[in-house]
């Protein structure tokens, strides 16, 4: 459901907007107007978003959201109803990510015999993501999204059914194809797998602390080693039958049932 559109409201001009009139009419100096506030909605957005991913959906009220954003406690349902349509809000704002990155897969030429193709798939996969969490304008997504979408929760699943499901089933189809003689229900674990190491990734600050202070969080430069780790894991966990090895065994067998026993003395 999208967020409600505020109807138009027609005011009386402000006391400033009167006094400046007064003024002149008076011929007294004109007072300057007020700046224009900044876009309360957004405000708003940004604000939950913030609260979200820093301390969960259920740990965060209303009242805490509309003060973050410097609005009015009324102006939150004014503009996107209850608690729970706010969250939906956010994620239909950042749409846009899902849609680049389903652009960003069918860009990749499939081709179960390329040894590049597993990679550009999951190339297509995290950069997107990867680049927002480094972003000023998209960490706190980033984050909400790493944090409080495997909670068992119906706001959780909503988002999930509504915006994330059909990216996976496309990630998931085109690993198939790249992966052929593997089963869909293996390769959906291989995925599965894939976005529990994308999304620790994401979250993780423990990183900082292990490798003593080597690195630091979510650095977006680890992104070819994310990479290459995930491809690694998926070839190792769903390996090519191996045709050469089938012969010789094949072979094998046939040679043996061929050798003429000895007599025994």
């Known amino acids: 459901m999208n967020a409600r559109t505020p109807t138009v409201r027609k005011r009386s001009a402000s006391p400033a907007a009167r006094a400046s009139s007064a003024s002149r009419a008076s011929g007294a100096p004109t007072v300057a107007p007020e700046p224009a506030r900044p876009d309360r909605r957004q405000a708003i957005l940004l604000a939950a978003e913030k609260l979200f991913a820093q301390h969960g959906y259920h740990a ?15 102006l939150v349902g004014y503009y996107f109803g209850p608690k729970h ?5 956010i994620f239909e704002h950042w749409s846009h990510t899902i849609e680049e990155r389903l652009a960003r897969l069918a860009a990749v030429t499939i081709d179960p015999d390329d040894a590049r193709t597993l990679p550009r798939i999951i190339e297509a996969f995290t950069a997107p993501v990867l680049a927002l969490r480094a972003s000023t304008e998209g960490e706190y997504y980033a984050l909400l999204v790493a944090r409080e979408l495997y909670h068992a929760t119906e706001e959780a699943d909503r988002v999930l059914r509504g915006y994330f499901d059909p990216l996976a089933e496309a990630y998931i189809d ?12 293996q390769v959906a674990w291989g ?28 650095d977006p430069a680890v992104a070819p080693m994310l990479v290459n780790f995930i491809v690694g894991g998926l070839r190792a966990a769903l390996p090519k039958p191996k045709a050469a090895s089938k012969t010789a065994a094949a072979k094998s067998s046939r040679t043996k049932k061929t050798i003429p026993r000895r007599p025994q003395p």
């Open 174 to 185: 085109a690993l198939h194809v790249a992966l052929p003689h593997a089963t869909h229900g």
């Open 191 to 218: 995925y599965q797998f894939a976005l529990g190491a994308l999304l620790h990734h994401l979250n993780d600050s423990r990183i900082e602390r292990l490798s003593r202070g080597e690195n630091r969080r979510a």
């Open 85 to 89: 349509e706010l969250f939906h809000a």
């Open 60 to 74: 965060v009220t209303i009242r805490q959201i509309a003060e973050e954003a410097g609005v009015p406690l009324a």
